[in-house]
């Protein structure tokens, strides 16, 4: 029986369940400040520094600040128009949650506002054009005289580098890699490099995330990019493209080291015999299957 004489009822204070209601938001706030801190403080410098890049790994390259900028642009207008959808359909939720007359009219068109949401992709579309387009002519231009040439040759599964330099009175030294043991490109710090990419079977794609570009390897076709190395250090390179069976293993590494250092490994190529270029394999140079030159 209940204090107030009823069977079965209990009777409680009154305002018991709402004023529990309050408690459970401070400690829903509390946990999530408190979590939020932990997650913060216990990011390390390098990873802080990669979220202000939005993933992006630390530039090595010359390249670097088009692809940088326009991808952080592409982010913020991203944003934006996210905030404006978002803020829209939260405010239509809310302003008109019942239907009653508060309820604007129904009409079957509004000329003004499908101009609007018609012409506001395109907008939008034109101007991430105009800065792709802008900040791609960055990253593709040419030098005419840039100052070493790097024949890379991508060939199932491993990488072979062709050093155009002259060495020792030898004209290029060349290196490559094995499944076991890949390859290793080297480049001098701050000094243009022209690359030509070639292939003699399939499709492969020449990536170094931290030189913010990549770039197709075609059989029949040799493609062509520069760019300077800004920064000492060795970095991941891997190909992008599916290319067969060990696929995943035809990575390499890159080695931006001083002219010296530099000179140096050019000339251990040559006193190992590694002289002239090697284009990997019989096919290198034509079409397997055609006999004929590319």
Known sequence: MGSNGTPGVEERPAGSAGATRPAKRRLLV???VVLGTLLLTGCSTATTEQWKRLGLPEGASDRTEAIRSLWIGAWIAALIIGVMVWGLILWVVVRYRKRNDDAPRQVRYNL???VLYTLAPFAIIGVLF??????GNQVTKMDANPQHTVNVVGQQWQWTFNYKDTVDGQQGVWETGTLDKP???WLPVNESVHFDLTSPDVIHSFW?????FKLDVIPGKTNKFELTPTKTGTFAGKCAELCGLYHSRMVFTVKVVSRDEYDAHLKELAAKGQTGAATGGADATTIPGTGGEK
Do not use: K
């Open 112 to 114: 003004p506002l499908e």
């Open 130 to 135: 105009f800065y792709t387009v802008e900040h």
């Open 183 to 185: 390859a290793t490109l």
């Open 30 to 32: 509390g946990s999530a």
């Open 208 to 212: 170094v995330p931290s030189f913010y």
